[in-house]
């Protein structure tokens, strides 16, 4: 009984910061709080014994549920809000003074621009930039490397400002990069498949991609080797907003890899295969 009492005490000490976070994610305060309750379910079905620092392991399992929300809705094609955005979120018929100061926690104009950003982007800009996670952190969260994560929040961060595309590299400079890369992968180049990766590139699979036989691995010579003679099958394409290359087998996409490239060179590929993630990413196949 005691445990359970100092569970829930821990608990509620998170809760506001649980909520925030969660409402900047889901740009709902319902949903928000749908999210924080499920993750009180989950706490209580944990054995919390080997978890260190309670409030983390809350803020990672409320961003988890979240994502799921978002790529939910984002699969059903549903807007995130039941009526506009200033209405849902001050509604006066429910609590003016609690909604209202939670929209003036976030400011309306920004919810609005979250809502644009694609739900593994929203999730890494609420919580880097919002919540000061290390991108180490947030990686582990949205299925992505660390160099991705990054670069998943930087284009967020640019959309919310209104700046547009990062000009040290433009969308031309990716195209030739990344057909770069998938033309020694073809041939089986070693050379040029080095020549086109960053020293320390991080190759990171989910795990039904890891099955296909190339597992997580980090460093230009190891991803050159396991990519050497393997996309003959691929397609450049748009993947969530970057440039990759998709798989498709009768019409089907089978494989989405999306490319992180940072000064003239991929610094990361991540590569979904699991179905049910499959369906939830957008993608759109480049003409040769």
Same mark, same amino acid.
């Given at each position: 009984m005691d445990e359970k009492r100092w569970l829930a005490d821990e608990f509620e000490a998170n809760r506001s910061h649980l909520r925030a976070a969660a409402y900047r994610m889901l740009g709902s305060r319902s949903e928000a709080e749908d999210a924080v309750q499920e993750a009180w379910l989950r706490l209580n079905r944990t054995d919390t014994t080997g978890i260190d620092n309670l409030g983390g392991w809350l803020t990672t399992v409320v961003a988890r549920i979240c994502l799921d929300m978002l790529r939910?809705?984002?699969?059903?094609r549903e807007e995130p809000l039941e009526t506009p955005v200033h209405a849902a979120i001050v509604d006066p018929a429910k609590d003016p003074e609690r909604e209202a100061a939670f929209a003036d926690s976030v400011g309306l104009a920004l919810l609005v621009v979250l809502q644009t950003l694609a739900p593994a982007e929203r999730v890494a800009f609420v919580l880097h930039d919002m919540f000061d996670l290390p991108f180490d952190e947030i990686a582990p969260i949205i299925g992505r490397s660390s160099a991705a994560t990054r670069q998943l929040a930087s284009r967020a961060r640019r959309r919310v400002q209104g700046t547009g595309e990062a000009p040290e590299v433009d969308l031309g400079r990716k195209r030739t990069i990344a057909e770069a890369f998938l033309t020694a992968s073809r041939n089986g180049d070693l050379g040029a498949l080095? =020549?086109?990766?960053?020293?320390?590139?991080?190759?990171?699979?989910? =795990?039904?991609a890891a099955r296909y036989g190339i597992?997580?691995?980090?460093?230009?010579? =190891?991803?050159?080797?396991?990519?050497?003679?393997? =996309?003959?099958?691929?397609?450049?394409?748009?993947?969530?907003?970057?440039l990759g290359f998709v798989v498709l087998v009768g019409g089907q996409v089978r494989v989405a890899v999306s490319l992180t490239i940072e000064e003239g060179r991929i610094a990361a590929i991540d590569a979904?295969?699991?179905?049910?993630?499959l369906e939830?990413?957008?993608?759109?196949?480049?003409?040769?």
């Open positions: 939910a809705r984002k699969s059903r080095v =020549a086109v990766l960053a020293p320390d590139v991080v190759f990171s699979p989910d =795990a039904t597992g997580a691995m980090r460093g230009a010579t =190891a991803v050159a080797e396991a990519f050497k003679g393997r =996309a003959q099958a691929a397609q450049m394409a748009i993947v969530e907003g970057e979904v295969a699991d179905p049910d993630h939830q990413i957008e993608f759109s196949v480049l003409d040769d």
